[in-house]
């Protein structure tokens, strides 16, 4: 399957206000909505003092979901996934997997200082649990914002 990552700029930014979860999911992905919004502000606020990237994961022309990379510059295990979701519309066709690899080889590439991916996932979250063991992520043993952090070795010793 075939995705891409664009970031969300001037020309989509309106666009990806309209992708959402299913009302069951929210909680999963972010507290309030439209969860873009929120990712576009801890952008713009440099949230926890990160550089935000937010991704718009398109399949050919069509948005089918979002992404957000937040990364402490000069670290190289202080690489995060947020807010990562597939349109409602779109779910169960694997754009999940692909665009998670798809943003995988983005981060290898783009930030080549990065040792650690990492993110969380909502402990009654099996499906997302599920995807992230599949491409390789692990559990760290660890919490943070009281759900359990899953972590990628991307490169050099972990």
Known sequence: MDVELREVTQANWQDALHLAVFPD??????????????????????LGGATWIPYAIYAGPTMVGFVALAYESGTPDQYWIFHFFIDQRYQGRGYGRAALRCFIELVKRE???????????????????????????????TERWGEPVYQLAVRGAQ
């Open 111 to 141: 930030h080549p200082t990065c040792q650690l991916l990492q993110l969380v996932v909502h402990p009654e979250n099996r499906q997302a649990q599920r995807l992230y063991l599949a491409a390789g992520f692990y559990l760290s043993g």
């Open 25 to 46: 999911q929210q909680r999963f992905v972010a507290d309030y909505t439209p969860i873009v919004a929120i990712a576009l502000a801890k952008a713009y606020l440099h």
